[in-house]
């Protein structure tokens, strides 16, 4: 959860801007969502923001490693869940992802 909110503010466009954390409940999953109205993320980058060391913006413009999203579908998927993204370039983000109720390794 942490790493999704200082993404949204470390990537934010504007001076300021809102941020909008939400959760619903399955029968057997707990889903977070984590809204935003920064810039937005093309559709051709929505897969390789997930992989290990790959960012959108030099190191010289903003400091990542590249490997918080990655690493975040790794501890996800691991305990059956899963993690998505809906965004429109210009209008923002959202992530969503499930945690199970009953965690299950893998």
């Not at 399955?26 to 790959?54: N, V």
């Amino acid at each position: 959860m942490r790493n999704l909110l200082t993404n949204a503010i470390k990537h934010h466009d504007k001076e300021s801007g809102h941020l909008k954390i939400g959760v619903f409940e399955t029968q057997d999953f707990y889903t977070f969502s984590f809204a935003d109205d920064g810039p937005g993320i093309r559709e051709k980058h929505h897969e390789q923001i997930f992989k290990m060391f790959k960012t959108l913006k030099s190191r010289d413009e903003i400091e990542g490693s590249g490997i918080g999203l990655a690493l975040i579908k790794k501890i996800v998927e691991y305990y059956s869940g899963a993690i998505k993204l809906e965004s429109t370039e210009g209008q923002g983000s959202t992530f969503y992802f499930t945690w199970p109720k009953n965690i299950q390794p893998k």
